[in-house]
């Protein structure tokens, strides 16, 4: 359902695809190995929501990661350093593992009906929540495919966000392998709570953190790196050429 503007893109959002649902399946495993851990964590959030708490697993890691600018990230390395904000903040993470792992797509019901797509023209709309438009004031949009579907359309050309979208094939196939990373990672879960090897939820969360790190750690790297040498080859390119100034007659 997402609009892609090219094929890399179109593989990379069938990549998101394949992940979306592997992790739902591990959602099912979860929830029948540990049917009393998962609803009590879903009602956890439940009441977390109701008190104005952040509960989603991509709101707990924004607070997480301490976002708010420059001012902070002094405060932020010395929290980082601090063996009790470690624990924190492993202990915040495992918590928003274990929340989304017991029911990853909870937040589809809750927003059934809140979300409304608003015609534009024939072939778009405009997506509201609640009645207000989404992303003010940029906004978000669906658009009528030649192949008469509707699909989403990502707002990829907001500052900030183009910066991070890939652009060339390259950048395209390591991301897409980071994603990959991440969907074997859950299948690799989903197949330990199967089996029975992982015995709880907190199991779960601590094996996902062990899994996981190491190899998006490399992926990011690996995208960072080229990156930045795709920059210095940009940089090079428009430098002007030194200008070799004719050596005077004699010598001089």
Known sequence: FLYADNEEMKKLFARVGRLLLNIQKLGSSVQERFPEDAAKL???????????????????????????????RGRDLRNAADPAKQ?????????????????????????????????????TAALTWEGKPVLPPIGM?????????????????????????????????????????????????????DSGQVKSMDEL???????????????????????????QLAKQAASPAEAKTPAAPGGK
């Open 42 to 72: 879903k009602a956890d959030a439940e009441e977390s929501a109701k008190q104005g708490k952040p509960v989603g697993l991509l709101s707990q890691m924004s607070t997480l990661m301490g976002q708010g600018g420059g001012r902070r």
């Open 87 to 123: 624990a924190a903040a492993r202990k915040a993470f495992d918590e928003a593992i274990k929340r989304f792992f017991a029911d990853p797509y909870s937040f589809l019901r809750e927003s059934e009906g809140k979300l409304v797509a608003v015609p534009l023209g024939d072939d």
């Open 141 to 193: 949009v669906m658009r009528k495919a030649d192949d008469g579907r509707w699909y989403f359309v990502l707002p990829t050309d907001l500052p900030g966000i183009s910066g991070m979208m890939p652009k060339t094939k390259d950048q395209y196939q390591i991301l897409g392998g980071l994603i990959q990373v991440f969907d074997n990672v859950v299948i690799d879960l989903r197949k330990d709570v």
């Open 205 to 231: 969360a601590r094996r996902t953190g062990e899994k996981a790190f190491v190899p998006a750690a490399i992926a990011f790297f690996a995208y960072a790196k080229y990156e930045n040498e795709q920059k």
